[in-house]
């Protein structure tokens, strides 16, 4: 469990904010020993994630995933030194299947628990060994792109987050997926949406750039968004012809990739104002996974001498491996959690609990 140098054994971590269901263990020096997610498939028909089956789904698929990684691990729940879970922000049904199962398994073996805001799990993915040369030290700029979140947050410390931009209206990774829906491509859209977008010209329709070039760091998509919804109803009802849809997926694509380099250049300028010593630029939530936004976002992070990382794809959405990991960060701290802690469908990075006690955590 916990000695003198933090962690000595494993850690498992449970992931069910939203329709993935996910369970990970790692070693005490961060390295996977065993990972598992399923995307719950039974949401597509409706378009969305509805949060009932999700909830139950994460019910009845956990015992399994649990087991699975466990095995796969080698280990019993003896063997453990903590237990984590994702407990907010997200969907209250599926947070509270997923921290109650974990605190089931650490009130059964008497191991400490942790509440891991998913939030900070994305933010602490690139600290993940092996994935940064030198660890990510603190402090970096994150830009958190997901289908709840866009936001610009200086990860100063462990718990200590500060935001410095964020969407005045919907998240990106939301944009991705109701363009998708307007091309008729399936749900989770924005996968889908990338891959037409590769057959496209990115130079057909002349998109907006919604706050490109205005002060400060904050989104918005909604004019973009609106915007090829005209584009889109300007064709008669069914399917849009093949080369067109692609057109506009890459237009749009692109559109979305220049807005993020701009807001990433203004979030740059006001993180170094905070924070001259921080080098690293850092992309995290589903929609890293995107080629073009990655590479919009690594040539602003080169053009002003930062370094810049983003997770492997399958690190990018939602899983337990970036639990663990947070888990991990915070037993290292002496930031465990009791068991009647409450999971919170809304629990922002910036919120008083979640600064460690003074001087835990502040290693860099
Ligand atoms: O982080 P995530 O798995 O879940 C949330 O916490 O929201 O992000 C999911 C979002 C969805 O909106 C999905 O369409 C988007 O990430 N996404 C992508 C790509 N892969 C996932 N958007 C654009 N391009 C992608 N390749
Ligand atoms: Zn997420």
């Known amino acids: 469990m916990l000695d003198g140098n933090g962690v000595s054994r494993p850690v498992v971590a449970v992931e069910s904010s939203c329709d993935e269901t996910a369970a990970a263990v790692l070693a005490p ?5 065993a990972e598992t997610v399923l995307s719950q498939s039974a949401h597509a028909r409706y378009g969305g994630v509805v949060p009932e089956i999700a909830a139950r789904a994460h019910l009845a698929h956990l015992p399994g995933l649990m087991a699975e990684v466990m095995g796969r691990a080698g280990l019993g729940y003896a063997g453990l030194g903590g237990v984590a879970a994702s407990s907010g922000p997200g969907l209250i049904g599926g947070l509270i299947v ?5 605190k089931g398994i650490a009130l059964a073996h008497d191991l400490p628990f942790v509440a891991v805001n998913h939030l900070e799990a994305h933010a602490l993915t690139p600290r993940l060994p092996g994935l940064v040369e030198g660890g990510a030290p603190f402090p970096y700029l994150l830009l958190l792109l997901s289908g709840g979140h866009c936001q610009c947050v200086a990860v100063e410390a462990l718990g200590h987050y500060v935001r410095l931009g964020t969407t005045i209206d919907d998240a990106v990774g939301e944009a991705f997926d109701k363009v998708a829906k307007m091309l008729g491509l399936g749900w989770p859209g924005g996968p889908a949406l990338e891959r037409l977008a590769n ?7 002349a998109f907006p750039r919604p706050l490109r070039g205005r002060p400060g760091c904050d989104f918005s998509f909604s004019g973009l968004k609106t915007a090829v919804a005209q584009v889109v ?9 093949g080369r067109d849809a692609a057109d506009i997926a890459a237009s749009f694509q692109h559109a979305v990739a220049e807005v993020m380099a701009d807001r990433a250049a203004h979030a740059l ?16 939530g589903g929609v890293a996974a995107n080629q073009a936004v990655r590479a919009a976002l690594q040539r602003v992070a080169a053009s002003r001498g930062f370094g810049f990382a983003a997770p492997p794809l399958r690190l990018c959405g939602d899983n337990a491996v970036m639990v663990a990991w947070a888990g991990l960060e915070r037993l290292r701290a002496g930031a465990t959690s009791p068991l009647d802690h409450a999971p919170r469908p809304r629990w922002p990075l910036d919120a008083p609990d979640m600064a460690l006690a003074w001087g835990a955590g502040m290693a860099r």
């Open 29 to 33: 020096d961060g390295t996977i020993l």
């Open 98 to 102: 997923g921290s109650s199962f974990a």
């Open 199 to 205: 057959g496209g010209d990115a130079g057909r329709f």
């Open 233 to 241: 109803a300007a064709y008669p009802s069914g399917p849009l012809p």
């Open 269 to 284: 300028a006001a993180f170094s104002q905070r924070n001259p010593e921080g080098r690293l630029l850092v992309v995290a």
